[in-house]
């Protein structure tokens, strides 16, 4: 009878039901034994777990476990039981003690899998429609069952958590009783970090959460003085109210519903797939760390496909720092429902508002809410990470030394995407227009993007930093641990860099003087760096797209971004001036996968005659640094020499005894060493404008800037620098401080700028790197 009841029970509700599944990589394969462990009795919970299993093709809670003398009719437990209306431990499950008592021969196979199953995800429970929908509701009846079953059908989350191995319970000394105990408390706190992962603690009602922020004792300091400065009291409180109202998120599990369904039919429309490497990992570090998501920001689209991943994998969705220029009618107030929290983008000039922020980013972290902020504090338009902006990340620093519950969590996240949403703005923007301010009239002229194929996402997230763990390094200076941190992040950010079609087509064809290249070529130089790429980065999270070079140049050429000609002597492949320009874009997402190498062929190929490699790996110890810290990326020369091998083995260089040289010129492999010196080429002669301008005569640092940023400007004009950020004043600056923080350069009392010799070197060295037409043109710029 109660087999027929339960077929009859999965009959209905298959029928009915759409659950998903998360967590399907913690089940181990064969020849493990998989028993589920589910939160408490109910026959719903089990038929979810079986549909999702046999969907997915893992072995269902209903199997039998048959081994040898030992065999058990169904795979799956609860941990509690309803009694009373209470859910109660007051025995244990007699499977759990029977599975605890297997011979010996099964304890190194049998594993307990945590199944926690979400019929809906509200995040809140602030009135009694969400009381009836929500998880965080304790009464778990039939009618809410019912209730839930109705509308969250195609809502339903089934989520295996970590495995918990019978053999690292087993203790022979202790009787089956207080084993039994000792798993149940494992698997239960196991259930209460996954519930915590995948829906987050209670938020309380926005204006407890608003009281609580306006009461507390930063913004009551922040008030007193401007009190005492002659403010009024009453308006002060106000104004801070009014302050934490404008900034507070406020969730909404219906709008989240409403947008994860919009997002799903949008992304299908306009993207051939959305592929994620990396998430799964951090389960475990959720559980002992709020996380703090810090994704590089390429697009606006950044935040919601972020979101709806975190949503659809089973993660809690974090609170995102979004910039008040989106806090729009009818889009901001989404926006805020989703889970976004509107800043200014400065406010040092107004205490009030910085405590009452202050406060709320606390109050958000104590609680346990994980967090969304880009450290870049905007969208990159040259394509290159910009430097980590100090202030939320100060301000998250100095609220895990304040005192939190749960240690912070960086989480770097890498987007790649093969064709950009805002390419039209972008490109006007790189060829020298301001940027348009953000209006509701955007969405509705931009519903036009569902006619377009934007090809694929790759969204990468890669191994968090541990604030904890971090701050207590004893190498570490108090005094530059926030500007390490911010180097760190951005580091770890490109280091989970994703070559796609695009990019791997950019790095080639803006090497060239034209901009455009035979196609036989084009797919050898693709070829080379695949090669390149896999051998260098094997063992690190950046990875390269394995089409073959053919279906690659196919690919961005159906994507509208190549333009193919046929000539006498064969195929060319180019861009037109405007693609050209935005090409430079997805070139800088990932330049810094190749810079190493990059720099090696720059010192190498416009020699006639061989060094010795000491020599090579000198000038290379010399000017990287200075690469990356552009770059960012680490300054790490411990595969110099498996460069320089693998650049031998691809036959870049040659190598004799100690000596290494370029290819001869006549040689197809020349052409490659070229193209691939061409990658930095254009760093490498903006560095050289300012060094040559140092070495001129006594300057001052904004006289420096002024001029080089002329001479930028002229030369990319005259010689037909394909590359928006050459002029970038940023950079400049960028550069100007490295030098200062290596010590080249020291500045006067007088406010002149001093430099060390190493730079008169440099500038001798230049001869066989920085192209002599530069060399010239700089040189005549100085005479005039």
């Known amino acids: 009878m109660k ?62 476990i048959v081994s040898n003398n030992f065999s058990e009719n169904s795979r799956f437990f609860c941990l509690y039981r309803a009694k009373g209306g209470r859910m109660t431990m007051a025995s244990q499950s007699k499977r759990l003690m029977r599975l605890l008592q297997a011979p010996e021969h099964l ?34 009846g039939r009618f809410k069952r019912l209730l839930n079953l109705l509308i969250n059908r195609r809502n339903i989350f089934v989520h295996t958590g970590r495995p918990l191995h019978l053999q690292d319970m087993i203790d022979a000394q202790e009787s089956p009783e ?35 922020v306006v009461n507390a004792k930063g913004v009551r300091q922040a008030i007193a003085e401007q009190v005492a400065q002659g403010a009024k009291q009453d308006k002060q409180h106000k104004l801070a109210v009014k302050h934490a109202h404008t900034i507070a998120s406020d969730m909404s599990y219906p709008t989240i519903r409403v947008l994860a369904r919009l997002l799903s039919w949008f992304w299908n429309r306009i993207y051939d797939g959305i592929e994620v490497t990396g998430l799964n990992s951090l389960e475990e570090t959720s559980s002992t760390h709020c996380l703090v998501y810090v994704p590089s920001h390429r697009s606006h689209l950044d935040y919601l496909l972020l979101s709806y991943l975190l949503y659809y994998r089973g993660f809690m969705i974090p609170h995102i720092a979004a910039g008040d220029n989106l806090n729009l009618p009818v889009l901001g107030g989404f926006l805020r429902r989703g889970g976004a929290f509107f800043m200014r983008r400065s406010f040092r000039d107004d205490p009030v508002y910085t405590a009452v922020f202050n406060e709320y980013l606390y109050q958000v972290y104590r609680r346990g809410h994980c967090v969304e902020f880009f450290p870049e504090g905007g969208r990159t338009r040259t394509g290159r990470l910009l430097p980590a902006r100090m202030g939320l990340l100060k301000m ?146 950046i990875a390269v797209s394995e089409l073959p070079a053919r279906q690659i140049v196919e690919q961005v050429e159906s994507l509208g971004m190549l333009q193919r000609e046929e000539e006498d002597f064969g195929t ?47 000038m290379v110890t010399l000017i990287y640094p200075y690469l990356t810290a552009e770059l960012s990326i ?56 300012v060094i040559h301008k140092l070495t001129e005569g006594p300057i001052n640092r904004a006289d420096l800037l002024a001029s080089s940023r002329t001479v ?73």
């Open 396 to 541: 998250s620093v100095e609220h895990q030394q304040r005192g939190l519950p749960k240690p912070l969590a960086f989480v770097p996240v890498y987007f790649g995407y093969e064709k950009l949403v805002e390419a039209a703005s972008y490109l006007s923007e790189l060829r020298g227009a301001d940027k348009k301010e953000e209006s509701v009239g955007d969405l509705f002229r931009n519903i036009k993007l569902i006619r377009q194929n934007f090809g694929r996402v790759k969204v990468n997230f890669g191994h968090p930093i541990k604030l904890d763990e971090w701050l207590a390094r004893p190498d570490l200076a108090q005094a530059e641990s926030l500007r390490l941190l911010g180097e760190e992040i951005m580091q770890r950010i490109n280091q989970q860099a994703s070559l796609n079609p695009v990019n791997l087509v950019a790095l080639v064809t803006l090497a060239t003087p034209k901009l455009a290249i035979e196609q036989h070529r084009l797919e050898q130089q693709i070829t080379c760096y695949q090669r390149l790429l896999h051998q260098l980065h094997r063992d690190n999270g």
């Open 572 to 618: 060319v492949l180019g861009h037109d001036p405007f693609t050209a320009v935005l090409m430079t874009w997805y070139r800088n997402n990932v330049v810094h996968t190749l810079a190493l190498p990059s720099l090696a062929a720059c010192l190498m190929v416009k020699r006639r005659r061989g060094i010795s490699m000491e020599q090579l790996r000198r």
């Open 107 to 140: 304890h190194e196979h049998l594993v307990f899998i945590p199944v926690s199953v979400f019929w809906g995800r509200a995040m809140s429970s602030e009135n009694l429609w969400n009381s009836f929908t929500s998880e965080h509701w304790a009464a778990t």
């Open 712 to 784: 930028a400007q002229r030369m990319s004009r005259l010689y037909g620098i394909n590359a928006p950020e050459f002029s970038d004043q940023g950079l400049f600056d960028q550069f100007i401080d490295t030098l200062m923080a290596h010590r080249i350069l020291s500045e006067c009392g007088d406010g002149t700028l001093q430099y060390d010799r190493v730079l008169e070197r440099v500038m001798r060295a230049a001869e066989f790197v920085i192209d002599p037409q530069i060399r010239h043109g700089v040189a005549s710029q100085a005479n005039q």
């Open 634 to 689: 680490s300054n790490d020369l411990s595969k110099l020499d498996e460069t320089l091998q693998v650049m031998t083995h691809l036959k870049l260089l040659r190598t004799d005894s100690e000596e290494v040289s370029p290819p001869h010129p006549g040689q197809p492999q020349h052409l490659q060493l070229t193209l691939l010196s061409n990658l930095v080429s254009q760093t490498l002669e903006r560095m050289f404008i």
């Open 178 to 212: 207080i084993l039994a105990r000792r798993a149940a408390r494992l698997l239960r706190v196991r259930m209460r970090q996954q519930k915590q992962t995948a829906l987050g603690p209670d938020f309380s009602h926005r204006r407890t959460l608003v009281d609580q």
């Open 3 to 64: 087999r027929l009841l339960y077929r009859l029970n999965r009959f209905f509700l298959k029928l009915i039901a759409r659950p998903s599944l998360t967590g399907a990589d913690n089940v181990p394969t064969p020849p493990a034994e998989v028993v589920y462990v589910l939160h408490h009795r109910a026959l719903t919970d089990l038929v979810m777990l079986d549909l999702v299993c046999a969907e997915t093709g893992l072995v269902s809670p209903r199997k039998n």
